[in-house]
C-alpha cells in the first residue's frame, strides 16, 4: 500500500498474514462450533486424538487444549521470523 518495494517487508508481510490467519481462525473456533462447524486442521486433532464433536461439544480436555496449543504455537512461529 505504501509503496514499498523491499523481498524482506514482503517476506515478514507474509509470516504476519499467515499469524492472523491462524489467530483468527483459532479465535473464531468457539462461533463456529456452535453452527455445528470445524476449521480446525484435522490432521493435528487426529494427533491428539480428539474430534470435530468434542469442538462442537465444548469439550475443555487437556487434548483439545493441545489441539489448540499446537495451532496457536505455528502464530507464534510465524512471529518469531518476522522479529
Known sequence: ILGV???????AA??????QG??????????HS???KVFLPMDVCM???????DFIRC???K?????IYDIAS????HLEHVR
Open 74 to 77: 505455528q502464530a507464534h512461529i
Open 5 to 11: 518495494r523491499d523481498i524482506h517487508a514482503d517476506h
Open 34 to 36: 456452535t453452527r455445528r
Open 63 to 67: 487434548n483439545v487444549r493441545d489441539v
Open 47 to 53: 494427533l491428539h486424538g480428539v474430534s470435530q464433536e
Open 22 to 31: 491462524i489467530v483468527t481462525c483459532l479465535r473464531a473456533t468457539p462461533y
Open 14 to 19: 507474509s509470516h504476519i498474514g499467515k499469524a
Open 59 to 61: 469439550k475443555q480436555e
